[in-house]
């Protein structure tokens, strides 16, 4: 009895190992759109498929065309393949790997280590397309996550669990911006961060990687890259496989996850590129008819829950600064902040590059913020703004003509605008300045005691590039000051 129950577990094993694989064949090959023919059984949408000669070649299921042919879309370079071809249908999604080791590590979009490190053993492997948190699993608290960076602590709060947008044309400090927030979060944050490059290039890959290990905050970090020169079906997806990493950390370690995405216009992009490699009519501008609901697909998954939280940082390059463009109006509505970056402060020296008065967050009211800070915020803006319609008379007829309390409001306003610069850690070996971190309580406190004309006697220069406003008393004398002073030399000769 025993030794025919063995033979035939044997027999079953061995009609496990044998049976046939459900494959295809190549019949036509665009770039990187693949069709491939299926007689028996066609895959679902979205499976992964593996050919070329040693089935090193990764295509994704896009659309089926009828009974027994199947468009896809390249993950991987189309070189070498061939019509004819057989085609092994794996039977799942592109997966992602997650679980503890991950952390620490650097990876591309199919879960491959692109660290130099030895590769990863122990880990489970999920799919890289799930569904958003239902409503009634979402947390609906509100608090206040800290940068460390005075201008959006005060002007633009961020949300813990929320998601932020640092908008802005080419060069004017997307980028660095978003790394001096991984240098200041990731020191006092005790979650796990996640930074997706979407259509990053190598050099920044690599940098990041240096600064983040030499910080020593590399222990708590996971990073996944898509690059530029890799193909849109890669750029498009490798979103999905970080956002799966993410999803691990804050449903089954219950941590809070800060997620950083470096571009969010590149995943845009590449969806317009797959979109019209399929033969879709664009919309406008180019656009894929489809972006509103791809988008949405990966934003709606950034949620906080009750278990954990992901806090989402996202950089989107605008087009030519236009921000009617399609994609920024698209992705501004799934936003908590949105952060603008100027080129005209950039070009004036105002580092960080912020305009306060086009930048907003839904945090920044009184029952959230608190009343002091909200009526300060309101006091910096509307000062802010008078000083921007001032400057057309003052560019036409000079300060002369300004009335003494015009005057002040352009006194106060720059030199807020000078007190809301900051050195940064990431920008040291370039500017030779120290970087500063900023407390909220130290922010307000400075703008309140500018808003008072307390450092009117001060050259604006004393308040550029400092962290709290206390450093202003160390760099100068006030104006008065150093006028006695002269006086008093002048009087004794």
């Not at 044309?169 to 927030?181: C, F, P, Q, R």
């Not at 489809?290 to 829950?305: C, F, V, Y």
């Not at 004036?348 to 959230?368: F, H």
């Not at 921007?388 to 807020?416: F, W």
Request: charged residues 25%; aromatic residues 6%.
């Amino acid at each position: 009895m025993t030794d025919l129950h063995i033979s035939v577990k044997k027999a079953e094993e061995i009609t496990v190992e044998t049976a046939p694989l459900n494959t295809g064949t190549v019949i036509s090959i665009r770039g990187s759109v693949v069709d491939v023919r299926f007689d028996h059984q066609l895959p679902p949408i979205r499976t992964l498929l593996h050919t070329g000669t040693k089935k090193q070649i990764a295509i994704e299921v896009f659309s089926q065309l009828d009974a027994h042919r199947i468009r896809c879309i390249a993950l991987t370079p189309t070189q070498g393949l061939a019509r004819g071809m057989l085609v092994e249908d794996t039977g799942k999604p592109l997966q992602a790997p997650v679980g503890k080791e991950i952390l620490s590590r650097m990876f591309d979009v199919f879960g491959n280590t692109i660290d130099q490190k030895a590769p990863l053993k122990e880990v489970q492997w999920r799919s890289v397309h799930n569904e958003p948190p239902a409503l009634e699993r979402r947390s609906t608290k509100t608090q206040v996550f800290e940068t460390g960076i005075k201008v959006i602590d005060v002007l633009m709060p961020l949300e813990r669990g929320g998601k932020a947008g640092l908008f802005g044309g080419a060069g004017v400090g997307k980028t660095v911006l978003l790394t001096e927030m991984i240098h200041n979060m990731v020191g006092q944050h005790a979650g796990v961060s996640i930074f997706c490059g979407i259509g990053e290039r190598c050099r920044e890959g690599e940098e990041l990687y240096r600064e983040m290990r030499d910080a020593g905050v590399l222990d708590n970090m996971v990073m996944m890259f898509g690059q530029m020169n890799e193909p849109p079906g890669a750029r498009f997806r490798v979103g999905h496989a970080a956002l799966t990493m993410a999803e691990y950390f804050r449903d089954d370690e219950h941590r809070d996850v800060l997620l950083l995405v470096d571009n969010i216009f590149r995943f845009i992009q590449a969806g317009m590129e797959v979109s019209g490699l399929m033969g879709q009519m664009p919309a406008r501008l180019g656009y894929q008819p489809t972006m509103g609901t791809e988008l949405s697909q990966l934003e709606e998954r950034i949620a906080n829950t009750g278990s954990g939280a992901i806090t989402s940082i996202q950089a989107v390059y605008v087009p030519a600064d236009d921000f009617t463009d399609p994609a920024a109006v698209h992705t501004f509505s799934h936003l908590s902040a949105s952060i603008v970056l100027s080129r005209k402060r950039a070009s004036e020296g105002l580092y960080p590059a912020i305009d306060p008065l086009q930048s907003s967050s839904k945090m920044a009211t009184p029952s959230i913020i608190g009343r002091r800070h909200y009526d300060l915020a309101q006091d910096i803006r509307r000062t802010l703004a008078q000083y921007t319609e001032l400057k057309d008379i003052i560019a036409m007829l000079g300060m002369e003509q300004l009335s003494p309390e015009d005057h002040k409001v352009v006194g106060r306003a720059r030199r807020l605008e000078r007190f809301l610069t900051q050195p940064f850690f990431t920008t040291e070996q370039f500017t030779g300045m120290s970087g500063k971190l900023v407390s909220l309580d130290d922010a307000l406190d400075g703008c309140e005691r500018i808003l008072k004309d307390e450092f009117e006697d001060y050259p604006e220069s004393a308040l550029y590039m400092i962290g709290a406003i206390d450093e202003a008393h160390k760099k100068h004398k006030p104006l008065g000051a150093k006028e006695n002073q002269h006086a008093t030399s002048v009087h004794d000769a």
